[in-house]
């Protein structure tokens, strides 16, 4: 069966743009990513983080773990893609991560990761239908992972939970208002689709919308053919690859969501590593349905919000501000570097085989 996706009819529309319009778009979204940095470090002028830190060793430990999600999630890639025989690598795996991570920060949180994420892999050669197997591969480990990890962080950290929420009343009504929101609009969604799809089943909209989704149906299940065969073959002889994945998932995420606690460690709050990754991990899940780039304000509330009954008042604006820029901007800064080094490589790579001649002439002397 033919690739879905490899045509050039189906290529990513950025693939499309001119070399130049497309090397110009990429240069600029690391340029942007460290502005927002800048940004935030100019903010924090006004702050006296010297007077609050009881251990800033801490802080240097926190940054030297934001970058592990960045390479454990890049290796994860290379490994899946030398599973299925892909010629994607740590490198190209790394310029997916750093590329999703870059753009991620100046588009809205809401609109997710994922579709940039394909969009990346696609720019990298990688096929449709194997762009998809992938992402669901990552998808699969990291909510295994995330799922046991909640599981076992509330178990640890249940009575402290339950105080706070009991001491608030009123958050738990809005958790409860907001959850029945979203249940009611996904619902109305839901049953909308399965409305439109009973219409075009039964021809009430004309031949041409039908045959259209026919042949649209018939595409999305090959393509989803594809995927499930892929699947089988990890099911088969990928469970030991499946294993080593899971090892690094868990290591990112671990690593991610406990830059709170070490943060606030150096100010000299107690340490509550379960309680801590939790209340993190619900801040980052706040912050990702904010409609800003990169969820800015709402990470930022949502770390006052959820953090303030264990933390004192006076260092709680002080570790949110530093907990932002190690948790998100350190990061992002790196990503960005390497992208924009990695683009720049790429540029080179690419010119040296159009002009071989050229790349091989010496060098004149200085």
């Not at 002028?45 to 060793?57: E, T």
Request: aromatic share 8%.
């Amino acid at each position: 069966m033919s690739d879905p996706g490899t045509s050039p009819a189906a290529l990513a529309p950025w693939q499309r743009l001119p070399r130049r319009t497309l090397a110009i778009a990429l240069s600029v979204l690391p340029l942007v990513a460290l502005a927002n940095v800048a940004v935030l470090v100019w903010s924090l002028g006004g702050i006296d983080l010297a007077g609050r830190l009881v251990a800033p060793g801490l802080l240097l430990v926190a940054a030297a773990i934001a970058f592990v999600p960045m390479f454990a999630n890049s290796l994860r890639f290379a490994l899946w893609s030398r599973f299925l025989g892909l010629g994607l690598g740590f490198r190209g795996g790394l310029k997916v991560v750093t590329g999703t991570m870059v753009t991620n920060s100046i588009t809205p949180s809401a609109a997710g990761g994922m579709p940039i994420k394909m969009l990346f892999l696609l720019a990298e050669g990688v096929p449709a239908r194997r762009a998809a197997t992938l992402i669901s591969l990552q998808t699969a480990e990291d909510t295994l992972v995330m799922t046991s990890l909640a599981a076992l962080c509330l178990t640890l950290s249940g009575f402290q939970l339950a105080d706070f929420l009991g001491r608030q009343p009123g958050l738990v009504n809005e958790i409860e208002t907001d959850l029945a929101i979203i249940a009611a609009v996904a619902g109305c969604v839901l049953m909308l689709l399965a409305g439109l799809a009973a219409a075009l089943a039964a021809g009430l909209m004309g031949k041409g919308p039908r045959s259209r989704a026919a042949a649209l149906h018939a595409r999305a299940r090959d393509f989803g053919g594809h995927v499930v065969s892929d699947w089988l073959g990890v099911l088969r002889r990928g469970k030991g690859m499946a294993l080593v994945n899971l090892m690094l998932a868990l290591a990112q995420w671990l690593a991610r969501f406990s830059m709170a606690g070490i943060v606030l460690a150096a100010f000299g709050q107690d340490w509550h590593p379960a309680l801590y990754w939790l209340l993190q991990y619900l801040v980052q899940s706040i912050s990702s349905v904010v409609p800003t780039p990169g969820g800015a304000g709402g990470a930022e509330a949502g770390f006052l919000l959820l953090f303030a009954p264990f933390v004192a008042a006076g260092v709680l604006v002080a570790a949110m501000s530093t907990w932002r820029l190690i948790f998100f901007y350190l990061p992002l800064a790196g990503a960005a570097l390497v992208f924009f080094l990695l683009q720049r490589a790429g540029r080179r790579l690419r010119a040296a085989d159009s002009d071989p001649l050229a790349a091989a002439a010496p060098q004149p002397a200085e």
